[in-house]
Structure formats: C-alpha cells, structure tokens
C-alpha cells in the first residue's frame, strides 16, 4: 500500500450535517509557548475578516480556549451531536471544559479515551458552514496531535515556539512530525520575541538573538515557510483572565491569512 493510502485509511468523517472548508493545526514542541494565545489571535484576525471561524480545542487535559473567550454556557447536546459555542465575536468553539459541569476536576482519561474525544469533536459536533477552523493542540508531539494529523484532513499547521526552545531543538521534533505526516507548514511563529518599551520604543530581545531562521533554512519543509515574530505583550494576560480575548484585535497574521483565505 502506498504512504498516502495509508495515511487515507485513519481519516474520519465529518458529522454529514456539518461544514469545514479549512482545517488549521497550531503545534509546538513543547508546553506553554503559546499556542492557545497564537490559535486565539489568529481566530480573532479570521474572524474580523467575515470568515465563518472556528476554534477546535483539542487540549483535553488542559484546555484554555473557554477562559480566555469568557464562556459560561455549556454546549448542548442534542441526540448524537453536539452543538458549539459562540464567542462574543462570533467563533464557533468546541472544548472539553464546554461539556464537564465542574471546570475545575481534572480530566482522568486514558490515552485512548482522550483520542476518542478528539475524533467525537471532528464526527459529533454540528460545525455550521466553517470557512476556516483552528486546532488547538495540546504539546509536544504525543498522542492527541497524532491522532489529530491522522484523522482529520489538516490543510496545514503553524508551529509556535518560544526563542529558548529554538535553542535546544524541541521546535525541531514537531517540524519532523509533520514533514512524517505529509501536512504543510504555513508559518513559523517566534512568541515572545522581543518586548517593545512604552517609553522609548526600543525592542529589547529578553531571551535573547532569534535562531528560527536558522532552523527553518535546515529543513526542506520550513525554508520558504513565513516567520512571524510575537512581542511579549503584557495586556494579553489581562484580557485572557478577564474572557475578553475576543477584544484584542492585531494584524500579526495578515499576510498569513491572506495565503490561507486566498
Ligand atoms: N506574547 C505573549 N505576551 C504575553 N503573554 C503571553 C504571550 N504568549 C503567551 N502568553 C501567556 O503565557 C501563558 C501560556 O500561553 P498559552 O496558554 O497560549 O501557551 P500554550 O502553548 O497553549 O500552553 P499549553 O502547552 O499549556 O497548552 C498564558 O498565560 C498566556 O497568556
Ligand atoms: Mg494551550
């Protein structure tokens, strides 16, 4: 059998009533470099555009897309499927934490319960008329993004990676993952590049020279990928604990979406 028939064989359907013309994965290495902020804006940005967005929230021990969008109401279920939550900017959002009545209990799936969950989003959840949806994954390159690259039909991914994960080659990992898998890669995003000072302007790079280019120049899949450096921005961590992520508005991805929205 050949490579790509057999990657064809793990892909799931779609619930037959819903609609997804784009599916986006955001990966990283690694825990914690943001790649719920970067599937946030990068929502908020597509969203602003008039494109019916979406928000897959495939952390299910950790999900964080709720909080940071302020969402109270559960989703509802009706029969088989479930229906997903709007955001106050209109993003259609499927999490765990939209379906558990207490947030704060831990999630104590295995492995293959967790897996489970994630393909039920993709089969069960009535997506309406999706022009582009993200997915926002949980770290590393363990079982759900596999499960994740396996049985939905990613059109790419963006990989996010903080400048010291550059340095020890953890981004690296999550490159090859995807090379493995056969799935593009939009863009490479530096988060927390650099802090820009209220007072002065100047940008002072806290952690240090960006090695991205470097990185991306090594892999054949990566060279002509854009790269999109973020500032650490301190508002954002305000906005995220008050739900109003929906509020802040950037331009960071707009030459990106102009290459996935064509
Ligand atoms: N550029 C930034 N400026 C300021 N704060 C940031 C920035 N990027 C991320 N943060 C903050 O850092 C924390 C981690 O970010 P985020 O949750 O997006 O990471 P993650 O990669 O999704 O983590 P996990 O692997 O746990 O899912 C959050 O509190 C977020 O608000
Ligand atoms: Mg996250």
């Known amino acids: 059998m050949s490579e790509d028939r057999r990657m064809e064989q793990f892909k ?17 290495g690694k825990g914690g470099v943001g790649k719920s902020l970067v599937t946030s804006l990068v929502a908020n940005s597509t ?27 559960k989703a509802t279920v009706e029969g088989e499927t479930i229906i997903p939550v709007r955001t106050d900017n209109g993003i259609q959002v499927m999490s765990i934490n939209l379906l558990l009545e207490d947030v704060t209990q831990p999630v104590i799936f295995r492995g293959p319960v967790i897996a489970n969950t994630v393909r039920q989003f993709w089969t069960d959840v009535l997506w ?43 981004v690296e990992k999550a490159v090859n993952m995807a090379t493995m898998m056969r799935i593009p890669i939009l863009a490479l995003v530096e988060n927390m590049a650099y802090y820009e000072c209220p007072d002065c302007g ?10 991205l280019a470097e990185v991306a120049a090594k892999h054949r899949a990566t060279k002509d990928s854009p790269i999109i450096e973020i500032p650490i921005m301190p508002e954002i961590a305000k906005l995220c604990d ?16 102009d290459s996935i929205v064509d």
């Open 12 to 28: 799931i359907d779609l619930n037959p009533e819903a609609k997804v013309d784009k599916v986006i994965g955001i990966v990283s």
């Open 47 to 73: 969203a602003a555009r008039g494109i019916n967005t979406a928000i897959f929230d495939a952390d299910i021990t950790g999900p964080s897309i709720p909080k940071c969008y302020g969402l109270n109401s």
């Open 128 to 170: 309406d008329d999706v022009g582009v949806m993200y997915v926002d994954m949980p770290p590393g390159t363990g079982d759900v993004p596999l499960t994740v690259f396996q049985s939905l039909p990613l059109d790419g991914i963006i990989v996010v990676a903080s400048p010291q994960d550059l340095v020890n080659m953890v």
């Open 202 to 211: 100047k940008k002072h790079k806290i952690y240090g020279d960006s090695h």
């Open 242 to 257: 008050e739900g109003r992520i929906y509020d802040y508005k950037n331009n960071l991805f707009d030459g990106l979406l």
